[in-house]
């Protein structure tokens, strides 16, 4: 079975999501926590971030979002970097999770 990059990419953003911050007990998606997610013959490259650098969670997200990733048919590698560039913020979160989360009135 083939995929081509576009398939793959809308593929790992899916499957990330069952990547959950345990802090905010939301998935990593829809928190904004995801910058870029690009592929090239398989390869993913994925540009994440967290809340702070000095977030305890970030290396089991980093670990969860590998892990999830590497499942979907089409990837055969996956590169993660954490990035802080630009700093996280609550407008980067999805509207209904936002809103959930009582930063309706932040941003």
């Known amino acids: 079975m083939t995929f081509n990059d576009e398939d793959l990419v809308a593929r790992i953003k899916q499957a990330l999501k069952v990547v959950i ?5 939301h998935n990593i998606v829809d928190l904004g926590f ?21 977030c305890p ?8 979002v590998a892990s999830s990733a590497r499942l979907v048919p089409g990837v055969d590698s996956v590169d993660v970097t954490m990035t802080f560039e630009p700093p996280w913020q609550p407008s980067m979160i999805s509207p209904g999770v936002r809103s959930s989360l009582g930063f309706a009135e932040v941003n």
Do not use: C, N, W
């Not at 592929?39 to 702070?52: E, K, L, P, S, Y």
């Not at 969670?57 to 969860?64: I, Q």
């Open 21 to 25: 911050d345990p802090e905010l007990g």
């Open 34 to 54: 995801i910058y870029d997610v690009q592929v090239d013959d398989g390869a993913a490259h994925i540009t994440m971030t967290a809340t702070t650098r000095g």
């Open 57 to 64: 969670a970030a290396s089991f997200l980093k670990d969860g």
